[in-house]
């Protein structure tokens, strides 16, 4: 008996079963992966729901320039994960294509250039969302903060990117 070649076999069953059923799923009208993408809430005071509807009881509200990943598309509805993981439905008209990222170290320091070496420009807090002007290359990511102070910070230290 080779269990190399029998464990090899149950993997690729399951992957198989994935495929299959992401296929599935991309196939049927109602439903769509929204293949992770990143968004953020347009709107302040935006609430969040635990199903996709008007009628559905109601999270939390969320804030203006949150970045949220998107997980699943409904007609209208995106369920969205945020980043501390809790997963909620918005309203797809919600959501905005603009990128921002959201502090998640204790403090985040932001560089004049991608590297640690270069002059640091400012410092921000744990929670505080930037917005992101550049994609993330080679774990840095250029930002802006809301009093308009512009730098690179760690793709590490920030969600959203």
């Known amino acids: 008996m080779n269990y190399a070649c029998d464990a090899f076999a149950i993997t690729l069953s399951r992957h198989f079963r994935a495929l299959a059923l992401l296929i599935g799923m991309m196939s049927c009208p109602a439903y769509a992966i929204a293949a992770f993408e990143f968004f953020s809430i347009t709107d302040n005071a935006t609430i969040m729901y635990d199903a996709p509807s008007l009628k559905a009881d109601k999270l939390y509200v969320a804030s203006r320039n949150l970045p949220v990943e998107a997980v699943v598309k409904v007609e209208g509805w995106v369920k969205v994960r945020d980043s501390g993981g809790s997963l909620a439905w918005v309203e797809e008209k ?68």
């Open 94 to 161: 919600a959501l905005s294509q603009k990128r921002y990222v959201i502090v998640t170290a204790p403090q985040a320091e932001a560089y004049q250039g991608a590297n640690t070496s270069s002059a640091p420009i400012f410092q921000a807090q744990q929670n505080v969302v930037l917005e992101q002007l550049e994609p993330a290359v080679n774990g840095w990511v250029k930002v802006r903060h809301r009093d308009g102070q512009i730098g690179y910070v760690r793709t590490q230290q920030v969600w959203g990117s």
